[in-house]
C-alpha cells in the first residue's frame, strides 16, 4: 500500500475516535434545568468550595437559632473563657461546653460543598426546604458583623444539607457533620448527668425507696461489720422496712448505686412551672429515691411516663435534688430505673444464716425424732472451743470421736445451706414446730439467733427467725433436716442434697 494512502485511512480513523469522544462527552454532561426541577434525584453538583464565613470562635458575639426543635434561643459566651450558655435559661445549669466549643467553631469557619443552582427564584425555594420555615442560624461576629444563613432538608444519597445565605439566590450543599448542631433544641445543649458516679470510698448509709401503692417504705440499710470468724452471713445489707431481713448483694446492687451516675436522655424543660410540673407527675410522685451518702442525701423524684401518641411509654419524668429546677426525661429500662420495677420480695437473700461455726459457744438442736410423739422432743447441747486447728466438740458434756466431729460438721454444714425460697410474713402462723435451731456466739454482746422450722400447706414449711415468721421452704429440706439429725445420732451418712 502507499504510503499516502495509509496516512489518508490513520487520519480517517483518528477523526472517527475524536468524533465518538465528543459525542460521549456531550451526551454525559448534567442538565442544570433538569437538575433544578428534581432536586430530589442524586445527582453531581458542582464540587466548588464557598466559603460563608471565617472568623474564629473567640470573634462570635452570639449565635441565634431557630429551627422545628425550638422556637428560637440565642448562645452567648459566658464569664469563664472557651464558655457559653444560652441566654434565655436563666437558672445556672451545667452544659455541654464541649459541644458549644463545636459548634462555635462550625459557625466560625463555615464552607459550603457545592452549588446546587444558581439564581434561584423565590418561589423554588420550597423544593430544597429553604421556604420561610426553614432552620434560621444568625451569628454576629466582633466587631459588627452579621451573618444569617437557612438550612433546608437533607441532600438525597448525600450525608449533606441544602443551604443558603439569607442575602444570596444561591443554593448550596453542605456537609451534614458542620450542620447538625444547629438542630439542637436549647435543652440539648444541657448535661443530663442527674447524680454525680458512685465514689467507692464512702458508704451508702441508707436507701429508701416510696412507691404508689407500697403501704411502707423499702429501706435498706448495711449489716453490721464483723471479722469472718464472727460473721453470720455474707450478704452485706438488710431490709429495716417493710420487714427486717437480710439482702442478696448481687440483686441488690443496682436498686443500692444506680442512683449514682444517673444520666437522663433528655432535659424536658427547666423552671416549669406547676401545672407542667403536675402534669408530669412530680408534684404526685409515682417513686421517691433517697439514698443517704457521706452525710448527704440524693433524691431522685420519678413522676409520670411520658407517652407517644399510640401510648406506648417513651421515658419517664424525673427531678434530681442534685440538679434543681431541671425535668430530665429517663429511658424506661428497668436497668436504669429498677426502684420502679422490683418488688421487696425480689431482694431479699435466701441464705440467711450462715454463722462461722467457730463464732459460736453453742449451738442447741431441739427437734421430734421421726416414729415418736410430738411430746418427746429431744436436744442436743453442743460446745464448741478452740478453732480449726485446735478444736474441742462435745455433746452433752461428752468429747465428740473424730469420727462424730466430722458428722457434726456435716451437719452443721447442712443446716446453713437453709434457704428461704419464698416469703412470708403471716405472723398469726402457728404451725407446728418441726426443729428449733439456736446459734450462741462466743462474743457475749451479740445476741442469739434461733431458726424454728413449723409446719405449714401446700408441702411447705414456714421459717420463723428470731421470733418472726420470714419464709417458707418445701418439706423436703426439712424431712431431710430430721433424717440428717437422726443419722448423726446413729452414726449414719450425713446427706446434703434435698
Known sequence: MKKNLKTIIFSLIG????????LVLQLTQPDNNSLNDNPDQTTEYIPLVTVITDYTAQDIISIHIINKNDSGYTIIPDSQPDSWKIGEISRKVTYNQAGFLN???NAAQLSTSSTAQENVKPEELEKYGLSQSAMTVIVKFKPDSEVTFLIGGDVPGRAEFYFKKDDNSTVYTISSHLIMPFLNSRHDWIDKTAFPPYNPETAVERLTVERLGWDKPMIIEPLPEYEFEEATTFNTHKFTSPVNIELDQEKTRDILYGIFGLTAYSVAAVDADDEFLETAGIKTPSCTVT?????????LTIGNPAQSADGITVGWFGTSSQVPGVLF?????????PWLYTEPEDLVSQMFMMPYIYSLDELIIEFSPENQEESQTKILNFKITGDTEENTITLDGIKLSQIESDLFTQLYQYLILAKGESLFFEQEHKGETIAKITYIYRDESRPDNTVEFLTADDRKSVIRVNGENLYKCRDVYTTRLIKNIQAFIDGGEIVLNW
Open 103 to 105: 459548634l462555635a467553631a
Open 329 to 337: 426525661l429517663f429511658e424506661p429500662n428497668p436497668v436504669l430505673l
Open 15 to 22: 477523526l472517527l475516535i475524536l468524533s465518538v469522544t465528543i
Open 291 to 299: 439514698a443517704e451518702f457521706g452525710g448527704e442525701a440524693y433524691t
